[in-house]
């Protein structure tokens, strides 16, 4: 096949008039931190997910953190999680004191085993953080069932599943609470930025005060038409506000999320078209429960030769790709730290080493995939 001159990358976010627009009009306004357009993102994530509340933040990590402080994790606590993440959730985990513990996935759609959570619960265990993989829900009535019984939250990692839904309940939906990322690599995206929801309105105050100093009222409240700019600090906060500018972007991109998704969701379909029976590889599962699928990352499992071998083929045909994720427990730092018995993750260890992320944005032309998986089948040949 004739190799394509220009580099078809991993992501690349879908930016059209309509952003550009909100953007600049936030400009234009001369308000562009933290105020309005804020709290109608808030608003529209409520409408979105169903929940009660929605916290606009920096970025899904530090929505996390804010999180397992509101929860007050702290040293010595149990947190329940899969070791299929990316590290920013095991890192906040350990940067609270607590420890993660690492709970087996399904080999075919890398999501948690809820069948294996209950036997990791101690009377340590303060939370359970699912990751709805690549756009895939978990299977959320055995985990809130657990949750019911033990009497432990959730906390659901949502980054990969803006517009997902499991039996018609969009995650942050189910009563407990959840974190999303707005990363360029995201379905939808603010440049950098995050989205906690839940429905708790004692830990509303509470995460709004760590948000931004500790301080009660945002600069909006300070500094607009009436607002009080003196203030006072109960309990030290961080510098984990969104700004207006981002939240421009991120409600012009979720007034377009259907659309979006959509096409991910066309883009996808024709992947398992055109891969379908291709020897040497092993296609993203999808969960048998009702779903709707996010599509957030098309990832496949390369069987019949050595994953280095063939993104560097990839690289050579300028395609790009990604790693989702490098299993957490054999990082070095949680490797050290948390030793993990033989044959314990048995399912994620079999994935980690064949895992590999093709290109799926919804500006991709179908000829893209087309190009895509010739260039899969012609590696996958040769070997």
Known sequence: MEIRKD???????????????????????????????????????????????????????AGMHLMLLGLDIKRGDEIITPSMTFASTLNMITLCGARPVFVDIHY???????????????????????????????????????????????????????????????????????????????????????????????????????????????AWKRYGRGGKPEYDIQTPGFKYNLTDIQAALGLAQLSR??????RRRQLADQYRRELGGVEGLELPGVPTYPHTHAWHLFVIKVISMDRERFMQKLSEYQIGYGIHFPAGHRLSYFQKRHKIKKGELKETERANNRLVSLPLFPDMKDDDVSYVCEAVREILKDG
């Open 7 to 61: 580099f078809l990358p991993l992501s690349r976010p879908s930016i059209g008039e309509k952003e550009i627009l909100e953007v600049t009009e936030c400009l234009k306004s001369g308000w562009i931190t933290t105020g309005p357009l804020c709290k109608a993102f808030e608003e529209k994530f409520c409408e979105l997910t169903g929940a009660s509340y929605a916290l606009a933040v920096s970025s899904g990590t």
């Open 257 to 262: 999320l259907e659309e979006l998704n959509n």
């Open 108 to 218: 075919d759609t890398l999501n948690i085993n809820a069948d294996l959570i209950e036997k990791k619960i101690t009377e340590r265990t303060k939370g359970i953080i699912p990751v709805h993989f690549a756009g895939a829900p978990v299977d959320m009535d055995k985990i809130l069932s657990l949750s019911q019984r033990f009497n432990v939250p959730v906390i659901e990692d949502a980054a990969h599943a803006v517009g997902t839904y499991y039996k018609r309940i969009h995650p942050g939906g189910f009563g407990q609470s959840a974190i999303f990322s707005f990363h360029p690599i995201k379905n939808i995206t603010t440049g950098e930025g995050g989205m906690i929801t839940h429905n708790d309105d004692h830990l509303e105050s509470q995460l709004r005060l760590l948000r931004f100093h500790g301080i009660e009222r945002d």
